[in-house]
Structure formats: C-alpha cells, structure tokens
C-alpha cells in the first residue's frame, strides 16, 4: 500500500547559502569582540555573526568591485574602497549585541573620490580615523564621522601595501629618535604614530601629531606586507614577501631581521597574558607571522626562536595566508586563507608544539561548484559537500561552519554517498579512486578507512546498500561498514567492491562489468539491495543483479544522456501512478536525463510509466519525496520542481538559483521524508526548502473564513444604512463591486436636500477618508469612468471629493499616479462629448416631433371642416 502521506505543493526557501568572499587581500574585517565579520564578495559587502554564521545584513549596489575593507573597532562604521571608480563609501552600522544573531542597520553617510585605486585600507584603535594607502604612494588619513582628510602624507615610491596605526595609552609619551636633515639626532614626542609600508621595500614612520616622517626604514628587499606595533611603542615589526621579519626598536630604528623561509604576508605582536603554554614557556614577548607556508606560526623574543614545530612545507600557488587580524583584547585571531576559507586559530599551543596554532573554527566563504551534496544520517546535523576541489567538506547544517576537511583525493570529487548510518561516508571522484570514510562526530574523528583503485579514469558513479541491519543486530549496534560498494565512471566499467576492511589488506572487486557504451553518470541500489541500476551517457538505463551483476532488464526512451536514477521506496506500488491493476512487484525507478525529462519505470515490464515534462534545459538530479508520492527534480534551468506522480502534474516550482542546479538532498532523518528539500547550483549557492503546504492551507482557510466573515458584515452595514462603516470596509476589503453597488443606489436614488452624492450621510463619509483610503476610491474612480453604464456614479463621486478636499490635494496624493489623472481626464472628455451629441440629436427629435404636431394639428382642421 502506498503511505498516506498529504502531497507536498508549497515550499518556502527558509535559508540560503550565498558566497560571501571572493578573495582578496584586505577584502576580510572583524571589530574587536571577534562576532561581527565583514567580507567583500565582488561588488557586495557582507556582515556575518561569526558565532552562529548568519548573514545580518548584505551591502550592494556599488556598482563595481571592492578593494579593500575597514572596520572601526566597535563596528560603528565600515569604510569600503572601490577599486575601479576610486570611491570610498563610509557606513555607519548601529550594532546591537544583545540579540542572537546580531543586529546591523547599514546606513550610508557619504561618499569620496580618492586620487588613484586603494590597495590597503586600516582603522585606527579608537574607531576615529581611517588611513588608506593608494597606488599612487599616497596615504591619507581621513576623520570617518565628518568625511574631510586629516593628513596627506607622501614618501613612498610605489603602491603602499601596508599600515598600522599606534596611539599611546595614558599620559606618557612614547620617546623616540629620528635624524634631521643635518644629520643631528633628537628626541620625538610622539603619541599617534602610523607606519608604512610599500612595493618600494621601504617602511616609513610618521607622527602624526606633527605630520612629519620620523623614520625610514630599509630593511626588506621585497614588497613589504605586514605591520604591527607592540602595545607599549618601544617596538616595531615588519615582514615582506623576501622571507624576513624584521624587529625594530622604536628608540634607535636597530633592526632585528630573522629569516621566516616563505613568503610573509602577516606579522603582529601577541598581547602578554594573551597566550597559553602547556609547555611553561614564556607569554610575554611573542610575535606570530604567517604566509605561503598556509599555517599561523609563533615566535618566542625571549629565546628568538619558534616556538611552532618547524615543518617542510610545500608552498602552494592555491594555498596560503592572505590576510591576518587580531585584536590585542581577543585570546584568538583570525586567518584569511588563499582557498577562501577563514580560520579562527585559539592563541594556545599543546605540547609537544604543532606546526600550527590549534584552529577552533574552519570557515569556507565561497563553495564555487557544488557537484554533490548530502546530509548524513542519523539526525542530519553534518552535511557532505563535494566542490570543485579535491576536499569534501563536512558542515555543521545548524551554523554551517565546517567541521570537517577529508583530504585525500587528489583530483575533484564527484560523486557522494552515505549508508543508512551516518557513519560512513563514500567519494569518488577525478583521480580514478574511490574512498571509504569513518564518520565519528562525536569523538571528532574523520578518517579515509580504505581506498579502492582499479578504474582506468574518472569515478563519477557510487552507491552503497540502502538496506539496513536488523534492530539489534552487531551490525546495527556496532555500525558496521557496509557490506560492499559500487563505482561506475567514464571507463564505462561498473566494480562490485568487498568492503570488509581488514587490517592491511586492499580492497578487492568482487566482480568487474563492461556496463556501457558511453560514461556511467549515475548508480542506485534498491532498497533491499537485490539490484542496482546504471544510468549512461548511451541514453539508457541498466537495471542489474547485485549478486551476480548480470543485465535483466533495459530502459530504452530517454533520447539523450541520462544523468541520475533513484529507486523508489519499497511501499510504493506500481498502481501508486495509475499503472494497470495486474502489474505485480511494484518496484520503479525515476530517471532524470539531459532532454529535459523526468521519467518513472516500471520494473516489471521495463517500460516508461509517466513522462514529466517542464524544465526547460538539462536534469541533473531527481529522487523521491512524501513516501514515494512525488518525485522533485533540478537541472540546468535552475528551477527545482516538484511532481505528483499520480497525475504526472508539476504540484511545485521552486525559483531561487540563477545557475543550474547539481545536488539536491532530503534530511533522511524526517519522518516525511522532503519536508526539507536542499538545492546546491554551480554558483556556489545552497538553498534549503521547507515544505509550508500545511501552514499555506490553514492560511488559506483561516482567510477564506475571515472574507466571508467581513463580507457578512458588510452586507449587515448595507441593510441598515451604516455608509460609513459600510464604505470603509468596501475599501478595505477591495471589494470594487460592492462598493460600487453601494454607491450606484445612493446616487440614484431620490436625492436629499442639501446632499451632492444624493445622501448627506455619504457625503459626510466621503469628506472625511484617509490619504489611503481615498487613493483606492479614485483608483477604482478611474476604472468606474471607463464604462458608460457606470460612468454617472463614478463622475457623481469625484463631484463629490473635488467639492470636498480640492483638486491640488487629490493631485498630490501618494499612490495616485498621473495615469490615473490622465485616464480620468480622457474618458471624461469623451462622456461629455457624447453627452453633447445626444443633446444635439435630441434638438433633432424635438423639432421633428413639433413638426408632426402642427402637420397632425392642421389635418385635424380641415377634417372637422368638411365634417360641419
């Protein structure tokens, strides 16, 4: 028997994963509670909780790319610099903290026009000054709250690539030396200091209170890419893309360089207190770097040496820190990655030392391709997203932080599965490889369990048994992997794999099949995992014997490459979609194929049972829903749709993408399986759907109810003479016909002395409406005056408000457009035109019928003549 389960016909898309960075150095800000993360994605700025990943607020319509990003302290402002227009656009954000997620009002204060585009862009420690750095050499300083430079400050002889600012807290100045040009030496009283650094290999220091350049410092050979000030002034440190960091006393400029072995493009002093050690060294005098070796790195000055495990790693052209902040109040900072990932690393290292610090929060900002998307059994909290990359990525589908990479493939990943516990997660992808992964949330552990090689090239095809292990049994208490594993890819072979997995043993085909004459796109098993089908690039569909791996049975009828097959449920019978009453088994499968088709087989006789027509370009997913009552599907038109398999009717369409759809998923824990429907598209964006069919219906009903309700009551007002409640609610209720009826039996009824509508007490109601509710009457006047036989009601009623408000104030009415006016205007010209024509074919009648008369009048005469 097929479950009763109600048919789902209304989804609401109740959250949306949207790329939020697209790269960049200097593209990515935090304010100093470490909650509110700023990013730039293109010619959008996005403001995130970083805490529970919710987007609060999207800044666009800048009309061009963003170059860089700052962010005052207290989040209180965002300055945005525009690369290609050279604008700089000024926010203020109004944050409230106390609510979950945060609260941020964008609002735009202003605009500039810088010189030259902005390559780097910092606030200052009291959220009061803005210092950016073109690529002409020039830095400007600016006030952020009233818009106007405060410092022009040039010196550099190429693009400025980095800055920090220095403002002595207290009383006590920070001393200084600087040389004049005549080569003397005196002391610099300097509390708000900004130093940097160019293209030029130079770092230029400079007071601020004087505007003048304290000092320039040539220690680098290289683009100079990171700057910090330790918190008391006495030092400074710089690192540059040559390999070094530098430690300069703020007193005599003496330079400390120490080779870093890569590329530097962040370096910052670590506050004292800040930093935990297990191994009971020193945490006061720290300093961290970072770069191409893609890893945060610390420094003990005490000792001048690393105190992270020194490690060879292979620096990657993919791979890599872009960008570092940390606020000296904060015991974490956070890293910017080359692979758009953002990291919060806690300041604390474990002994023995690692070759990083700890990582507490792993961040992808930007997904670009989804090919495959899963939730895993058993409660859905993980999700499974394979990219275009050799990772696949396991997210919390609560905050959507990753709680997981696999690495191990080393080419893109493909396909997904997982068994019916959660606990085993199957990839395959690019490389020729398939993989087994254990999946133990609970013990945080994500380990490859075996790897199975043996196709000749790309995997795009897996699936694992779908039949779960008795209630008690070992298998279901322990969670056993699953019993085998099938792979199919573009050598047109299908492997049957024993996973058994026994200590240092490969995992061997049970059987290999030459399967098909063209790339294998998709596998299934069935629910009681006696067969599995194979969908091909060749146009057809294999239904197989798992066992043996023989061919039984063949769907011809797709005229294009077929790209996902999905078994239905073992309850739904063939009868289920109107197939004829002998069939027996009932067993089907849903078909999705590049010619824009969904389809349903019978596996009883192997022929098409319904055909499904609508998206208008290729299918790339389609699966089960409601127990087996609808199929949805996605595909390269970006639409998802939902389908009655009975009728054969599309009972939803789901618009939310703008590129075509890859992956689409059901939480497996539901007991109606689709209530949540997940839509991933080649953009990078996921979309999850909730089934509000229930809801949508009880509204529904709930509205229905209250209609009749209210129009219960305004038949009540119209009975006992209430205008003015009965004309309110017309209007309110958008009833044009019951108005109209209402206001067409006071107009022609006999009027009242006095009255201009033909009733005092609507003229009462009609001289004292809202703006609102007399910019609908005169809507509905506008349509009214088009027709002849209501036209007198509409131009009595407009007498009647012209009399009572004056023309100027209907004119400026918000909402009444000039349309209005101008249809008012046209068809009361041609009504007075005709009206005109009638009176003068009326003089016409009155002079032929006076006519009649005296001809009638003299016949009469001359007959009672003749009569005497």
Not at 293 to 302: E, F, K, P, S
Not at 414 to 431: I, M
Not at 607 to 613: D, N, P, Q, V
Not at 628 to 634: A, D, M, P, W
Request: charged share 25%; net charge negative; hydrophobic share 40%.
């Amino acid at each position: 028997m097929a479950p009763s389960s109600a048919l789902k016909t209304t989804f609401k898309a109740t959250k949306t994963i949207k790329p939020f960075y697209s790269g960049g150095v200097g593209c990515v800000a935090l304010d100093r509670s470490g909650r509110l993360l700023v990013t730039a994605n293109g010619d959008e700025a996005v403001i995130t909780d970083i805490e529970n990943g919710a987007e609060v607020a999207r800044i666009d319509g800048l009309e061009d790319e963003i170059s860089t990003v700052a962010l005052s302290p207290d989040a209180s402002y965002l300055i945005l610099s525009i690369s290609k227009s050279y604008q700089m656009h000024t926010y203020s954000l109004s944050p409230d903290f106390t609510t979950v997620p945060i609260t941020v009002t964008p609002n735009h204060e202003r605009q500039v026009k810088q010189t030259s585009p902005i390559i780097v862009s910092a606030c200052d420690p009291t959220g009061t000054l803005v210092a950016t750095g073109g690529s002409d050499g020039l830095v400007k300083v600016w006030d952020i709250r009233k818009g106007f430079v405060t410092h022009n400050l040039r010196g550099h002889g190429g693009l400025v690539s980095a800055l920090s600012f220095f403002m002595a807290e207290g009383e006590s100045p920070v001393e200084m030396e600087a040389t004049t040009k005549k080569g003397k030496k005196k002391d610099v009283m300097g509390r708000f200091m900004l130093a940097t650094g160019g293209e030029d290999t130079q770092v230029l220091v400079w007071d601020l209170e004087t505007t003048t350049n304290v000092a320039t410092l040539q220690n680098h050979n290289s683009i100079v890419r990171g700057l910090d000030w330790s918190l008391d002034g006495k030092r400074l440190l710089s690192g540059g893309r040559d390999g070094v960091m530098c430690l300069i006393d703020t007193k005599t400029w003496n330079a400390v360089p120490t080779p870093t072995g890569e590329e530097v493009e962040a370096v910052g002093f670590v506050a004292p207190g800040m930093f935990e050690r297990e191994d009971g060294g020193s945490t006061d005098k720290l300093i961290f770097a970072a770069g191409r070796q893609d890893r945060i790195r610390v420094w003990d000055l005490t000792k001048g040496e690393e105190i992270t495990k020194e490690a060879k790693v292979e620096e990657d052209e993919e791979k890599g820190v872009i960008q570092v902040i940390y606020h000296k109040s904060l015991a974490s900072l956070l890293s910017v990655h080359h692979d758009y990932t953002i990291q919060i690393h806690a300041l604390r290292l474990p002994s023995p030392a690692p070759i990083s610090l700890p990582t507490t929060k792993h961040i992808t900002t930007n997904y670009d391709q989804i090919l495959d998307l899963q939730f895993l059994p058993p409660d859905s909290s993980l999700i499974a997203i394979a990219t275009n990359s050799e990772n696949v990525t396991l997210v919390s589908s609560k905050t959507f932080h990753d709680v997981a990479i696999l690495r191990g493939h080393t080419e893109t990943v493909l396909t997904l599965d997982s068994d019916w516990s959660g606990h085993w997660l199957a990839t395959a992808g690019k490389d020729n490889d398939a993989r087994l992964w254990k999946i133990d949330a609970e013990n945080n552990s994500f380990t490859c369990a075996a790897v199975f090689t043996g196709h000749a090239e790309s995997v795009a095809a897996l699936s694992l048994p779908r039949q779960r292990p008795q209630e008690g049994s070992k298998a279901a208490e322990e969670k056993q992997p699953p019993k085998f594993m099938l792979t199919g890819g573009a050598d047109r072979t299908i492997k049957k794999w024993d996973v058994s997995l026994v200590p240092g043993k490969k995992p061997r085909a049970v059987w290999t099949k030459r399967a098909h004459e063209k790339d294998i796109n998709a596998i299934d098993v069935s629910p009681d995992d006696s067969l599995f089908a194979s969908a091909s690039q060749d146009r057809t569909v294999k239904i197989w014997s798992t066992e043996e791996g023989e061919t039984i049975g063949v769907l011809r009828g797709h005229r294009r490459a077929v790209w996902s097959v999905k078994f239905a449920p073992s309850t739904i019978t063939a009868s289920a979609v109107g197939g004829e009453a002998g069939m027996k088994g009932g067993r089907m499968v849903v078909t999705g194929s590049t010619d824009k088709t969904v389809k349903l087989w019978s596996l009883v006789d192997y022929s098409c049972l319904k055909t499904f027509e609508g998206h208008t370009n290729s299918i790339q997913r389609a699966l089960w829903i409601s127990g087996g009552l609808q199929v949805v599907s996605g595909g390269n038109d970006g639409l998802v749709k939902v389908w009655d398999i009975k009728s054969g009717e599309c009972s939803a369409t789901l618009d939310n993408h703008e590129q075509r759809i890859w992956a689409i998923s059901t939480r497996p824990d539901e007991e109606d399986q689709g209530s949540t429907i997940a839509s991933a598209d080649a953009e990078g964006v996921i979309t999850f759907w909730s089934d509000v069919t229930a809801t949508t219906i009880a509204e529904k009903d709930a509205e229905e109810q209250a209609l009749v309700e209210e129009q219960q009551k305004l038949a009540n007002y119209i009975a006992i003479n209430d205008y003015r409640s009965a004309i309110s609610l017309a209007l309110s209720l958008n009833h044009p016909g019951q108005l109209l009826k209402l206001l067409t039996s006071v107009t022609t009824a006999t009027p009242e002395a006095g009255s201009l509508s033909g009733i005092v007490a609507v003229d009462e109601v009609l001289s004292t409406l809202s703006d609102s509710q007399l910019g609908v009457l005169l809507c509905r006047i506008r349509d009214w005056n088009t027709n002849a036989r209501t036209a007198v009601t509409a131009q009595r009623v407009l007498f009647v408000l012209l009399r009572s408000y004056g023309a100027p104030r209907l004119v400026s009415l918000r909402g009444v457009g000039r349309d209005v006016w101008d249809a008012l205007g046209s068809y009361t010209e041609r009504h007075y035109k005709r009206i005109e024509e009638l009176v003068e074919e009326s003089f016409m009648v009155e002079y032929t019928l006076k006519q009649m008369e005296q001809v009638l009048g003299n016949s009469s005469d001359s007959m009672e003549i003749e009569v005497l």
